[in-house]
C-alpha cells in the first residue's frame, strides 16, 4: 500500500483520470480509489436528502445501493468487479440450499476459499503488491457474507447467545434484492467499515429516524474526517516518499548505528500507518454522510464514532500492545469476534489467529507479522503481570511507566509492521537481521520474567485481565461496549 508513485502493473480499472493522477503525482489506481471515496460522500448526501424514504419506494432505495455500488467497483476495477458479483451469488445460493445449523461454517470456507484463489492469483501476479485491486472488496464482501450467515443461525437458535449476537440476530432469510443491496452497499464496499445487516436495514428501509423526528446532521462529523482525510493525504504526497522500503533496504539504512534504524523502522511505522489511516477515515466519512455510525448515549449525549474502523489517537499513544490492537482496523476484529472467537470453537485464541492470517492472505511477511504479533502480545503480559507490580507505586512512578512502555511497543510496532509492508520474507529477515532481530530476543527473554520474578500484586492493585476474553487481532471490552452503543436501536433519543 506504500507504492503510490510506482509502476502499474495489472490494473484492470479505469484510465480516463491518468493525466490528472500524473498531474498530482500518484499511481492511477490510488487515484481512482480516492476519487471514489470522496464521489461515494457526495452520494451518500444525496441518498439521504434526495430519495429519502417517503418520496421514493424502499426497492427503488435499495436497487440504487447496488446500481452505485457496482459503478464504483466498475470504475476503480473494470471487469474484476465479476468477482464480487460471483462471490456473493455463490452465497446467496448457499443460503437458500444449505441447512441453517451448518449455513455459518459451509458459507465462512466457500468465501475464504474463493478470497483465497483471488489473493493468490494476486500474489503471483504482483507479488510486491503495488497495486491497489479488487481482493481489497473481496475481503470485506467476506465479512458481510460470514456475518449475515452466522446471524441467520443466530435468528433461529436463541439460546446461549450473547448480547452482540442477539442483537444481531436476523430472523429469516433476506430476499435477493435486500441481500445484494447489503452486500453492494456503496457505503461499505470499497473499504469497509462492516456494518451488520439489521442496522443496514434500519438505514436503508429509514428506520433510524422516527416519524417528526428530525434526521441528524452529520455535516460537523463528515467535515472532521476530511480534515483527517487531506492531511493524511498531504503527508502521503509528501512525505511518505521520503522514507519506503528503498531506505530501508539500502546501504544507507545498513551503515546506520543501531538506534538510528530503530527510529527509521518507528518513522517508517507511522508512514505506513499513514496510509490506512487516510482510507479508512474516508470510508468513515462515508459511512456517516448517510447517517451510519450515529447513536445516541444513554445519558443523552449524540455520537457519530459507531461506525469508526481506527481510533488514530488512542492508537498513536498507546503505552501497549494490547491496546493498539483495540484501536486498529475495528470492524473486522468485532468480525473476528463474532465468526470465530464468541463461538464453540477449539483453541479459540488460535482459530482466531487462523482466520486473521487466511483472511489477508498468503504473502509470507502477513504471517511473519501476525506470528510475531502474537508473541509480543504474550510476552506483553508476562513482563505486565510480573514488573508492574513492583514497580508502580504511584502516579509519578505510573508516568514513567508508561512512558517506558509506549517506547518499546512503538518499537515492537515497527518491528512487526516491517514485514507486513515489506510482504516478502526475504526482504523482512533482512531488516530484522539489520536491528539484530532485538524483537525476538526481548520477547522470549521476557518468557523468563516469570522464574526470576515470580508475578504478584499489591493489595488494591487492578488484576490484568489482557487475554482473558480478548481474541488476539480483536477488539477488547471498549470496542464491543462502544459498538454495542453503536448497533442498539435509538428511539426518542434513547438506546435500547
Avoid at 436497487?63 to 473494470?78: D, M, P, R
Avoid at 443523552?300 to 503505552?319: M, Q
Avoid at 514497580?391 to 511507566?401: D, H, I, N, P
Amino acid at each position: 500500500m506504500s507504492h503510490w508513485r510506482s509502476q502499474l502493473s495489472n490494473y484492470h480499472g479505469s484510465t480516463v483520470l491518468q493525466p490528472v493522477a500524473q498531474l498530482v503525482g500518484v499511481q492511477v489506481d490510488k487515484f481512482n480509489f480516492l476519487i471514489a471515496g470522496l464521489s461515494s460522500i457526495g452520494m451518500g448526501y444525496l441518498y439521504s436528502y434526495l430519495v429519502p424514504v417517503g418520496s421514493v419506494s424502499v426497492r427503488t432505495r435499495k436497487a440504487l445501493l447496488i446500481t452505485i455500488g457496482l459503478s464504483l467497483l466498475y470504475f476503480c476495477f473494470g471487469r474484476d468487479v465479476l468477482h464480487v458479483v460471483a462471490e456473493a451469488a455463490i452465497a446467496f445460493v448457499l443460503m437458500q440450499v444449505v441447512p441453517i445449523d451448518q449455513l455459518p461454517l459451509v458459507t465462512l470456507v466457500v468465501t475464504l476459499l474463493y478470497q483465497s484463489g483471488c489473493h493468490l492469483i494476486r500474489q503471483f501476479t504482483d507479488p510486491d503488491g503495488y497495486t491497489i485491486d479488487i481482493t481489497g472488496a473481496i475481503m470485506m464482501l467476506t465479512q458481510r457474507v460470514s456475518t449475515l450467515a452466522f446471524s441467520l443461525r443466530d435468528g433461529v437458535r436463541t439460546e446461549g447467545l450473547t448480547e452482540d449476537q442477539k442483537r444481531d440476530a436476523v430472523p429469516e432469510k433476506p430476499d435477493a434484492l435486500s441481500y445484494f443491496a447489503y452486500m453492494f452497499d456503496f457505503h461499505e464496499i470499497l473499504a469497509g467499515p462492516l456494518i451488520s445487516y439489521n442496522e443496514f436495514l434500519r438505514i436503508a428501509e429509514g428506520r433510524n429516524v422516527r416519524p417528526g423526528q428530525r434526521e441528524p446532521t452529520p455535516h460537523w462529523e463528515v467535515a472532521r474526517k476530511l480534515a483527517y482525510v487531506f492531511v493524511n493525504a498531504a503527508l502521503v504526497l509528501k512525505v511518505v516518499p521520503l522514507l519506503t522500503e528503498r531506505e530501508l533496504l539500502s546501504d544507507w539504512f545498513s551503515a546506520l548505528p543501531f538506534y538510528k534504524k530503530v527510529l527509521c523502522l518507528n518513522a517508517f511505522s507511522f508512514l505506513s500507518r499513514v496510509q490506512y489511516y487516510l482510507v479508512w477515515k474516508l470510508s468513515e466519512a462515508v459511512c456517516n454522510s448517510s447517517g451510519y455510525g450515529y447513536y445516541v448515549t444513554s445519558d443523552g449525549e449524540r455520537r457519530w464514532d459507531g461506525a469508526d474502523n481506527i481510533h488514530i489517537f488512542h492508537l498513536e499513544t498507546a503505552p501497549s500492545l494490547k491496546v493498539v490492537l483495540d484501536n486498529w482496523n475495528v470492524s473486522t476484529q468485532r468480525w473476528l469476534k463474532h465468526v470465530c472467537y464468541d463461538r464453540q470453537v477449539p483453541s479459540k485464541t488460535g482459530m482466531t489467529f487462523l482466520l486473521s492470517a487466511v483472511w489477508h492472505g498468503f504473502y509470507p511477511g502477513y504471517f511473519l507479522a501476525f506470528m510475531t504479533c502474537s508473541l509480543f502480545v504474550t510476552a506483553s503480559r508476562k513482563v505486565r503481570r510480573c514488573l508492574r507490580p513492583r514497580l508502580v507505586r504511584g502516579q509519578s512512578s505510573q508516568f514513567l511507566y508508561d512512558v517506558v512502555t509506549f517506547c518499546f511497543s512503538s518499537s515492537f510496532l515497527a518491528y512487526t509492521t516491517a514485514p507486513f509492508v515489506l510482504l516478502q520474507f526475504g526482504k523482512a529477515v533482512r531488516i530484522w537481521r539489520e536491528v539484530f532481530f532485538f524483537g525476538h530476543a526481548l520477547a522470549l527473554a521476557a518468557f523468563a520474567l516469570p522464574i526470576l520474578l515470580p508475578p504478584g500484586r499489591p493489595k488494591g492493585d487492578r488484576p490484568d485481565r489482557i487475554g482473558k476474553s480478548t481474541p488476539p487481532l480483536a477488539g477488547g471490552d471498549a470496542v464491543t461496549d462502544q459498538h454495542r452503543l453503536a448497533d442498539s436501536k435509538i428511539t426518542n433519543g434513547k438506546v435500547h
